[in-house]
Structure formats: structure tokens, C-alpha cells
């Protein structure tokens, strides 16, 4: 059921509210215009989340990439986790893992046209893709993980549940796992129920939809797990999910935040799985390798071992792992599908905000403001792309 993988540390709660005084602070100071929200004469969607931990920021970023890129120009700006680099960094073709981090460095291998960037400064970062020579041809920025950067204003706003840690049922941190009070969800446009498991019922989304309790302005989606192909990391053939016997053993492999679902989808097709679960983005070390050999050595076989996309990239060059790992590893491909036929509505909302606000008409627009002004410069005028003025 929804909220089944919330644990609250009630002894931490305390702390939580000494928290949440500093956040409402901060958010406070935003809504009085003391700290200042920047716009951009370009379409920019933020994706992101209010709990720590993931929601699947990734897999919906690469389905709005997938809606859009064909159309236009798209550029995603990440903070990149956990690089080993600073300030703003332009991602190529040869542009190593530890320059981006995990997921920067797998949107851009799956989109090579696609134009990605980390910098912590977002909006230092969004002046630099829209005036580099390089970049100066994008159409739409996505913010990866950008909801609580206030710094922009995004014209859409898109806010990640989790299905099974929905925030209504959840705490601050440090005695939950909230970065800021529930309240904050009247900023997004757009909230997605992530994960939710396939045979949902028509009362349960009636009930969550209550629960939620958003505003009119406010869409709500779905969405679930969806599976590719299994893909071998380093030898072999493609394999489907059928293809997994029941006799087989599986070793699920995982450095992300919340494994829990995939180890629920997996289980229609074998009850032998074993999970070995690390940190979120963590960075594999030699004796994780000997760890990782050990146990798949000692499990019954017929066996393979499954990791998700972003874990390979953090694994794919490991020196150590054995003869029989890299020979039984596969890659298990994570995407989204949006319930309840959903698809061709949020599809529509995205793609026709962007062509709305693309730059073509912005230019288009300021033309005939300029002629009306008389004069006036449209450039010292600060222009705000809303999507709820749509």
C-alpha cells in the first residue's frame, strides 16, 4: 500500500522541527521576494522531489527528453552528484563519469544529441547553455533535481512522489525523510505518483488523489516501472524478462535509493532473488568487488546477476570482478509508463508549453511588444514564462 516504506525515527523529531524552522525561513524569504527567483527567456521544466532519496527523477527525465527531442533542441542541467569536478562542466561523447557523475554520464550515453551539463549554480548554468556557442541552439532546459533550487523559476514545475513514501505520511528530516514541509508541493504544476504498482484499483487512485489534496491549478499523473530487455554489461546476447526460469537465482545488485519496487516487480518471475544494496550513488570500491564475487560464487546455479543502468555505469570498468560475474551480468533497462491513459494528456501539456514558449515565439512576441511600447527596450523588461498562464 502507499507509504509502506516510511519509517519515522519518532526520537528524532526534535530535530525535525528545528529543521523545519530554517526551511520555512528560507522558503519564506523566497515568497517575499528577499531572495530572488530568476526567469530565462526559454522553456525550462524542473523535475524533482521533497523526499530524500529516489522518487525516479532519471527514468521521467529521460521520458520528457524522448517526448521532446525530436521536435526541439533539448539541454538537461544537472548539479552532477558526486563529481569530481566544480563549476560548470559540458558533457561530450568522452567526457568521463567522475567529471559528471552517475546520472548525468548515463543521460548522456543513452542521448548522444542531447545536450548535458552539470553545474551547482543552476542559474550560472542556464546562462551558460544559452549563450555558449556550443548550446546556443537549445530549444528547452531540464533542471534534474531542481525543486527546492529556488533560484529559478522554472515555467513547469514537476514534483516526484513515490508512491510507496508518500510525503503526506512522511516527516522532516532528520526523523523522516522530508527536505521540506508537505506545504511545498503548492509550487509544482505538474505531481507524479511514481512507482505505483501495476494492478492498482480505481479506488486507490480515488484515494490518493483525496489524499494529496492538491490545488485546481495542480495536475496529477501516475506512473509505473517499466522493464526493457535485459542487456548483457560486458558479453553476451539480449534476454527478456520471460526468459528468467523459475529454478533461476538472481543476485539484484543496486547502489539507488529505493530498490524495494524493482525486488516487487522481479518476483513474478522467480522467487530466488538475493539483493546485495548499497548507497545511493555509491561508489564501488575494490572490496565491494571481492564482496560481489564472493556471494555470487557461493549461490546455487542456474544464476545471474541483474543491475540497473546507473549502477553500470559506476561498475563498468571495475578491475577484480570474476570470470563468472562479468560472463552472468546483465543491465536491467528502468523507464516509466504513465497510468490510467494518461500519456497523451501530460505528453500534450509538455510539448505544447515548450512550442508555446519556444524562443522563436518569445522573439516573435518581444517584435510586436517593442512596436507597441513605442520604443521602449524589451530587453531591460523581465519576462516571466509561466506554465499556469498557459
Known amino acids: 500500500m502507499e507509504g509502506d ?26 515568497n517575499l521576494g528577499i531572495l530572488k527567483s530568476r ?54 561523447k568522452t567526457t568521463p563519469m567522475s567529471m559528471i557523475g552517475d546520472e548525468p554520464y548515463q543521460m548522456k550515453k543513452k542521448f548522444p544529441d542531447v545536450y548535458v551539463a552539470v553545474d551547482k549554480d543552476r542559474c550560472n548554468g542556464i546562462e551558460r547553455i544559452t549563450t555558449m556557442n556550443e548550446t546556443k541552439d537549445t530549444d528547452v532546459i ?3 533535481d531542481a525543486y527546492q533550487h529556488r533560484y529559478v523559476k522554472p515555467g513547469i514545475n514537476i514534483l516526484l512522489v513515490d ?20 506545504e511545498g508541493k ?13 494492478e492498482l ?36 546476447e539480449d534476454r527478456t524478462l520471460d526468459s528468467i526460469r523459475k529454478e533461476e537465482n538472481i543476485l539484484l545488485l543496486t547502489g539507488i535509493a529505493s530498490p524495494k519496487q524493482i525486488l516487487i516487480d522481479l518476483q513474478p518471475y522467480t522467487d530466488n532473488i538475493k539483493s546485495m544494496s548499497f548507497p545511493d550513488h555509491h561508489q564501488f570500491t575494490q572490496k565491494d568487488i571481492e564482496d560481489i564475487n564472493k556471494t555470487f560464487a ?14 553500470n555505469t559506476r561498475l563498468f570498468g571495475m578491475e577484480g570482478l570474476s570470470d563468472d560475474v562479468r560472463h552472468n551480468m ?61
Open 142 to 144: 531540464l533542471l534534474d
Open 330 to 390: 546483465f543491465i536491467l533497462p528502468v523507464e516509466i509508463e504513465l497510468m490510467l491513459n494518461q500519456e497523451e494528456e501530460f505528453n500534450e501539456k509538455i510539448i505544447g508549453y515548450v512550442r508555446k514558449n519556444s524562443r522563436n515565439s518569445i522573439l516573435a512576441k518581444a517584435k510586436d511588444d517593442h512596436k507597441s511600447d513605442n520604443g521602449n527596450n524589451i530587453r531591460n523588461r523581465t519576462r516571466t514564462i509561466s506554465f499556469r498562464n498557459n
Open 39 to 92: 526567469s530565462f527567456d526559454i522553456p525550462i521544466i524542473s523535475v524533482g522531489n521533497i523526499t530524500v532519496g529516489g522518487s525516479g527523477k532519471t527514468p521521467h527525465v529521460e521520458y520528457l527528453i524522448k517526448i521532446l527531442k525530436d521536435n526541439f533542441k533539448v539541454a538537461v542541467l544537472s548539479r552532477g552528484y558526486k563529481r569530481k569536478s566544480k563549476g560548470f562542466v559540458l558533457s561530450s
Open 201 to 236: 484499483k480505481p479506488m486507490d487512485f480515488r484515494v490518493i488523489r483525496k489524499a494529496m489534496n492538491l490545488y485546481p491549478y495542480q495536475s496529477l499523473f501516475f506512473s509505473t516501472l517499466k522493464y526493457g530487455n535485459l542487456k548483457p554489461a560486458y558479453c553476451g
Open 5 to 30: 516504506f516510511i519509517k519515522i525515527n519518532h526520537w528524532l523529531l526534535p530535530l525535525s522541527w528545528l529543521y523545519g524552522i530554517g526551511v520555512r525561513l528560507r522558503n519564506n524569504l523566497f
Open 163 to 182: 508512491y510507496h513514501r508518500l510525503l503526506i505520511y512522511d516527516k522532516l528530516l532528520p526523523a523522516g525523510r522530508l527536505r521540506e514541509p508537505k
Open 186 to 198: 503548492k509550487r509544482a504544476d505538474i505531481v507524479i505518483i511514481t512507482k505505483c504498482p501495476k
Open 298 to 311: 557461493e549461490m546455487p546455479s542456474p544464476k545471474i546477476i541483474l543491475t540497473t543502468e546507473k549502477d
